[in-house]
């Protein structure tokens, strides 16, 4: 593996092990016991797709939030951002897969930024929208 590569998989492994404000997730922890690639790339989409289920739990919980207070300018904003962060974290996890080509290892790659993006995303709307929702 070249320096470089090693260097981008380290970047996910170790951003992947912050944790994410209030919110309980996978622990990206739980795929260091398996053995194989194939084990890896399965653990690593469960762990993507379990935070991403909290985002868009997230997501619900504070679009709520905002109809209820009737804030109808920052709701509009609040979803634009949602789908503009979903097509960069979509755009951006597919070219850091690309980085490894047709290897074993880029679709677990893909999903290790989709959870670390995940995980980021979920920091913000925590921080943002669901404190100020519990003033």
């Known amino acids: 593996m070249r320096l470089g590569s090693f260097m981008l998989l380290a970047g ?5 092990c912050v944790h994410a404000g209030t919110t309980k997730l996978v622990e ?12 890896l790339t399965a653990c690593w989409a469960h762990v993507a ?5 909290k985002v868009l739990e997230r997501f619900n ?5 905002l109809i209820d207070a009737g804030d109808q300018e920052s709701l509009v904003l609040f979803r634009k951002a ?3 962060w979903e097509r960069y974290r979509d755009l951006h996890c597919k070219g850091a897969r690309l980085l490894y080509g047709n290897g074993s290892a880029s679709p ?7 959870e670390r993006m ?7 709307i925590e921080s943002i929208y669901i404190e100020w929702s519990k003033r």
């Open 12 to 16: 996910f492994i170790l951003a992947a």
């Open 28 to 39: 990206p922890e739980t795929c260091s016991s398996v053995e194989t690639q194939l084990e």
């Open 49 to 53: 797709k379990e935070a991403e289920t």
């Open 61 to 65: 919980e504070a679009t709520k939030a």
């Open 82 to 84: 949602q789908e503009q």
């Open 108 to 114: 677990m790659i893909e999903s290790m930024c989709r």
């Open 118 to 124: 995940a995980r980021d995303r979920l920091r913000e």
